[in-house]
């Protein structure tokens, strides 16, 4: 075959493995595929701008990188006078990278028991307990035995839990060394029945 110059071209190869592209694995297998690179571009007096960069990087940097390389040859397929040169690529199929498989995560599960309430023992001063309520008639006998402070962990409060002799539920508490008002009969008698 001949063009209106005179020039020779090849015979067209209806191969169809020129279909494929250039891989970079097989850039960086086969070192004849960067010089045909190198001297294609050395050579290489057209206007495309893919090769024109790479050309001018060439130049500057007397190197190109695997994927420049790569593009340069995927280019010279087209090219029917280089394509005479290369070797034909080599279809390589898709395999996807298979997946890291991690071994699996031990979890020690640990059960961590963590109490509602906390019983500290403590020691309240003051022998009676008089509630600081108006209506409040009595002052109780503190039964220092019982009685402990209590830490509730979830909440980080401590509160005192006071006992008294006669079990009588009191709130807003006042201790003191003497009865404030008159001493309850029944924290009396549980006291002098215990001993």
Known sequence: MSDADG??????????????????????????????????????????????????????RQDLTTAQIRGVLNCMRH????????????????????????????????????????????????????STHRQAKKSHLLDHERSALLYYPHIARFMPDVKLYCSAAVSLKLFSDYALLEPCAR?????????
């Open 7 to 60: 020039a020779d071209w090849p015979p067209v190869e209806s191969d169809a493995a020129w279909d494929y592209r250039y891989t970079d694995r097989q850039v960086r297998e086969d070192p004849t595929l960067t010089e045909l690179a190198y001297d294609y571009l050395r050579s290489y007096g057209g206007d495309y701008e893919y090769l024109v960069d790479c050309k001018e990087a060439l130049h500057f």
């Open 79 to 130: 090219d029917v006078h280089a394509r005479a040169a290369m070797p034909k690529p080599i279809f390589e199929p898709f395999q996807p990278r298979p997946r890291r498989q991690h071994p699996p995560k031990l979890q020690v599960v640990r059960e961590v028991y963590r109490p509602n309430v906390i019983e500290l023992k403590a020691h309240f001063k003051g022998t009676y307990v008089t």
């Open 187 to 195: 924290c009396l008698e549980e006291k002098e029945h215990r001993g």
